[in-house]
């Protein structure tokens, strides 16, 4: 493993161990909002953290470039960005690059170099028909593993993730997240116990536009990490919150799997249960638990989940770590704490704290489904394929 | 001839407890004791001794202490007694030294030099007495992904075993072992919810009812097979190896060869059952997976087929192309691994430890992306639960046991099975000594040790902060090495302690 030294793990652990405070919201319209509420709920969460972390992800900052893959790259050297510049002009169209507007401020020490790239992945390099997500996610590995002092952490279509080290209110200062507006933010702030902060491996991690903050422990890491990489992901960020978003990235964009199915396979019932459910039901948890019991779970986990159009609350099978959910109006929350849900929006129509596994799905109007559901998974009809 | 061998046992009874009651005389096989009647003593030939320590545990006074000989050669490092002794054994007798059971010598354990990992405040343990600890474990190929499709969840059929305990009962053959034993093996199976394995030598008429829970062999000797034995059990194996005697077949005497055993395996009585090393239809990977087609069309694709080797040095390429030729579930069983009768010479010096074969192919089976495509079972040489614990974190998804669950029985590791006179019944076909097993007590001793090992296997997942088995499964964080090289690190794929 390359050693990023600042914007990487210093001490090389495989698993960084993280509690923290998580905070979500998202208009279920659509409407770009700014993001004072987010700001200014996940800093209530402060004490949750300890300054060693923190992030937030946005969809809907780029309406203006909204096909292009925007990629948010820290560089611990300038030469890292050349190399990395290099390697982007050799296999990357890119449309429009720029410094990361940031806003020093005086807790925030020796920061990365950070950079956007607004890109579309050239075909012309390789022999093979391939989608472009996977070109794209195949480079970032690339870029991660093999060029000394770069770090991609954002590769999502019109969504961005920032992040760094410090307490959530000094990175959106220092991004000056207050000028952005979108219709999703997620936010964290993060206590790692046992390693110095380092800005890689804050929260949100992310591929493509799937991005996840995550309070807990991620024990099955191990398992699930390697399980994925059979499918080809690269642990790079060193992280037990890595898993996840693979996970999601494999299920969802690879296998085609709902997001309901998704978080069945994170946190399905116990096998006890199971047996006790109708033929329908227990065959779909025995198919889902059967092909993908590698991606369980385990341990304490509460994570915001998000991409477009999608928002997803959900927790371990016995709910190891806190989460409440809130409604307004078209505006749906999550977070670690019902207080800062309430800071930002005193009067909720709806406030609750979900059923363990159980996850709460906010989803853009109009799309398929209501707009928010907990645990609202509607059994696919299971068929038995003859092999 | 008179033996120019020292007796290994000394038999030492104290004359002031001995009541001569001659029940010493009637539990030993091995001819030990006889009583002296016109002294009012017993007597005894210490040379036959094999310390199976029957009769010192069943004599009513305590009297007797079976222990080490302490007549010695003059010592010597090269020429150890054990060395001294083969040597004029073979000099005597001109033939091939036989023993029983797994390997003896002190090849470095693994399982020992591994340790592992518990939750402290970051990620709470889970206590087993109040929360659900999942240890079903389900055996057979996995679909790579499943696919929605106009709504469906398209589900594989791939056939399948579940375990409620992701330890099973190892392939040990009625023939080598008494009725009672493989009864007592295949009511545990039942009771507890998990499989036994006939071996290779059939599968008698009365057992067929404890089918969910039965494995069955197709071996070498093609012992006991007919359509209905493969139908009846839920899963087939082929054996092609077993690792205390890898690369060599089977042999049962024809005088263990009773009415009941003949019709079992379908061979005449008083015959020879004769299990080559090679199934004379596979000599190569593509025979082998027209066997495993064979099977599974005879078992119209209902049954997992899988196929068992012994660890040997390129067992991960094995493994791959046995995967490659249809198997679901491969077996590999290490060098520890017991047998009722082995050539000394290969049982200790032929295989590799299973730690490392397992974690190879564990490996292998991953970096070719076909780990889900079979399971992995492990077998030879566990000794407790914290070694199966081990071995899933290594990979395994269940183990076999066979050796331990003989313990249970009443095994002492003396290692004379392949004199048919086990004294606690075990390896035998004298019904005056496989009484000695009671099938009743046998189920209730191995449903207890499976049940104890579960409990167990439960706290280690609640001290781990996990509550499924599945989440173990390969999870070699969870493990971490002491007073190993690097290469031993690097094959088992886990880090030092301290790192
Ligand atoms: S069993 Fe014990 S008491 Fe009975 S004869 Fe043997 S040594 Fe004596
Ligand atoms: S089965 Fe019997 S003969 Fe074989 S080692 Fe155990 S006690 Fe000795």
Redesign the pocket.
């Known amino acids: 493993m390359k050693n990023l030294s600042r914007v990487n793990n210093p001490y090389n652990d495989d698993k960084v161990i993280s509690q923290c405070s998580i905070f979500g919201m998202m208009n279920t319209s659509g409407k770009l909002i700014s993001g004072m509420q987010c700001i200014t709920a996940i800093t209530n969460m402060h004490e949750r953290g300890n300054g060693l972390g923190a992030g937030f992800a946005i969809y809907g900052i780029y309406p203006d470039r909204p096909d292009d893959y925007a990629l948010h790259i820290m560089f611990d050297t300038k030469i890292s960005r050349e190399e990395t510049e290099t390697y982007l002009k050799r296999l990357f169209d890119i449309s429009f690059a720029e410094e990361v507007p940031i806003f020093p401020t005086e807790s925030i020490i020796n920061p990365p170099y950070i950079y956007r790239y607004f890109v579309h992945p050239k075909l012309k390099d390789t022999h093979e028909i391939v989608d472009e997500d996977d070109l794209v996610t195949r480079r970032v590995f690339k870029i991660n593993t093999s060029i000394e002092g770069a770090f991609v952490f954002s590769s999502g279509k019109n969504m961005g993730v920032f992040k760094g080290v410090g307490f959530p209110e000094e990175i959106a200062q220092f991004f000056g997240l207050e000028h952005y507006r979108g219709y999703i933010w997620t936010s964290h702030g993060r206590f790692p116990t046992n390693t110095q902060g380092w800005w890689g491996g804050a929260h949100p991690l992310s591929l493509l536009d799937w991005t996840v903050v995550h309070n807990g422990e991620i024990s099955s890491y191990g398992a699930n990490r390697r399980f994925l990489e059979m499918y080809g992901y690269v642990c790079t960020m060193q992280t037990d919150t890595e898993v996840v978003a693979y996970a999601v990235d494999l299920l969802e964009r690879k296998h085609g799997l709902p997001i309901e199915v998704v978080m069945d396979i994170f946190s399905p019932p116990v096998w006890e249960q199971i047996d006790r459910m109708n033929s329908g039901d227990r065959k779909y948890f025995e198919a889902i638990r059967n092909t993908y019991g590698s991606l369980l779970l385990n341990g304490p986990f509460a994570i915001i989940v998000a991409h477009h159009g999608e928002m997803i609350a959900h927790t371990d099978r016995i709910r190891l770590r806190p989460m409440v959910a809130g409604i307004k109006g078209d505006t749906v929350y999550a977070s670690s704490e019902e207080s800062a849900i309430r800071l930002v929006c005193p009067e909720l129509d709806k406030v609750w704290i979900p059923t363990g596994g159980h996850p709460v799905i906010a989803r853009l109007k109009g799309t398929e489904g209501h707009d928010v559901v907990e645990g609202g998974r509607e059994i696919p009809g299971t068929i038995v394929m003859e092999v | 001839m008179r033996t120019a061998l020292l007796p290994e046992f000394s038999v030492v009874r104290d004359e002031n407890r001995c009541i001569q009651c001659r029940v010493c005389e009637r539990q030993c096989s091995f001819d030990v004791y006889s009583y002296d009647a016109g002294n009012n003593l017993m007597v005894h030939r210490e040379e036959n001794c094999?310390a199976?320590q029957r009769c010192s545990v069943l004599c009513p006074t305590n009297a007797l202490v079976i222990k080490m000989n302490d007549y010695t050669y003059r010592p010597n490092a090269n020429w150890t007694r054990e060395s001294i002794s083969d040597l004029k054994k073979q000099a005597e007798t001109g033939g091939v030294l036989l023993t029983?059971?797994g390997c003896d010598k002190p090849l470095k354990n693994y399982w020992d030099h591994i340790l592992l990992n518990a939750s402290q405040v970051t990620n709470p343990s889970i206590d087993p007495l109040r929360e659900p600890m999942e240890l079903r474990t389900r055996l057979g190929r996995k679909a790579d992904h499943l696919e929605i499709r106009n709504g469906n969840l398209e589900v594989p059929d791939y056939p399948y075993v579940d375990l409620s305990t992701p330890i099973m009962f190892g392939a040990m053959s009625y023939g080598a072992?008494s009725y009672n034993c493989f009864k007592s093996l295949a009511q545990a199976a039942h009771e507890v919810g998990t499989m036994f394995n006939t071996g290779e030598g059939g599968w008698p008429r009365e057992l067929r009812k404890f089918g969910t829970n039965t494995i069955v062999q197709c071996a070498s000797g093609r012992f006991g097979l007919d359509l209905e034995y493969f139908n009846d059990a839920a899963m087939v194996e082929i054996k092609i190896g077993q690792g205390a005697k890898p690369g060599i077949g089977g042999h049962l005497p024809g005088e263990k060869v009773s009415a009941h055993i003949s019709q079992t395996r379908m061979i005449p009585m008083g015959s020879d059952a004769i299990s080559p090393a090679p199934h004379h239809d596979i000599y190569s990977i593509e025979d082998l997976q027209m066997l495993v087609h064979a099977l599974k069309e005879a078992t119209d694709y209902r049954k997992p087929v899988s196929v068992k080797i012994s660890a040997v040095h390129n067992a991960p390429a094995i493994a791959s192309g046995m995967v490659r030729a249809g198997a679901d579930i491969i077996v590999i069983d290490g060098v520890r691994g017991g047998t009722?009768a082995a050539p000394k010479i290969l049982r200790d010096n032929v295989g590799l430890p299973i730690e490392l074969a397992l974690a190879a192919v564990d490996t292998r089976l991953r970096e070719e992306g076909i780990r889900n495509w079979a399971s992995l079972v492990c077998s030879g040489g566990i000794r407790n639960s914290s070694d199966i614990f081990k071995a899933i974190a290594l990979g395994a998804d269940a183990v076999y046991i066979g050796t331990a669950a003989?313990?249970a029985l009443?095994?002492?590791?003396?290692?004379?099975?392949y004199?048919g006179?086990?004294?606690?019944g075990?390896?035998?076909q004298d019904p005056y000594l496989s009484k000695r097993v009671n099938p009743e007590i046998g189920t209730q001793a191995l449903v207890n040790l499976l049940r104890a090992w579960s409990l167990e296997i439960k706290e280690m997942l609640g001290c781990a902060g996990i509550n499924s088995i599945e989440s173990v499964r390969g999870n070699r964080l969870q493990l971490r090495g002491i007073g190993l090289e690097d290469w031993e690190l690097g094959v088992l794929g886990i880090r030092g302690a301290g790192q």
Do not use: F
Request: aromatic content about 4%.
């Open positions: 094999v199976c029983g059971m072992i009722g003989l313990m009443g095994c002492t590791v003396c290692q004379k099975c004199t006179k086990c004294a606690w075990i390896t035998t």
